[in-house]
């Protein structure tokens, strides 16, 4: 029925920029909150930003400054920009999203897209 699906990753030097986009499908009735996750092999996953469905932000100390979360409610999309890219960002990048239903409001994961980056 719901179906998260991340783009945008790839392999990019150190100090360069990947945009990631979340597309939500489905029988939607809202996206609440938004967030993007990573986790590296071996370690947890972790926040790196989120956004309400009002525009409110919240960031990982380790990305502020850096990144940036946006949404586009009407087309039921979210965004990461990421720029000054640092080899300690590698990670699988997955969005999350708190989706509300008939059925009440339940999380959502994509499956994930990879960030590499280079020293």
């Known amino acids: 029925q719901v179906q998260v699906v991340e783009s945008g990753g790839g392999l990019v030097q150190a100090g360069g920029s990947l945009r990631l986009s979340c597309t939500v499908s489905g029988n939607t009735l809202s996206i609440n909150a938004m967030g993007w996750y990573r986790q590296a092999p071996g370690k947890q996953r972790e926040l790196v930003a989120a956004i309400t469905s009002g525009g409110s932000t919240n960031y990982a100390d380790f990305v502020k400054g850096r990144f940036t979360i946006s949404r586009d409610n009407a087309k039921n999309m979210g965004y990461l920009q990421m720029n000054s890219l640092k080899p300690e960002d590698t990670a699988v990048y997955y969005c999350?999203?708190?989706?509300?239903?008939?059925?009440?409001?339940?999380?959502?994961w994509g499956q994930g897209t990879q960030v590499t980056v280079s020293s």
């Open positions: 999350n999203a708190d989706v509300a239903s008939y059925r009440g409001t339940l999380k959502y």
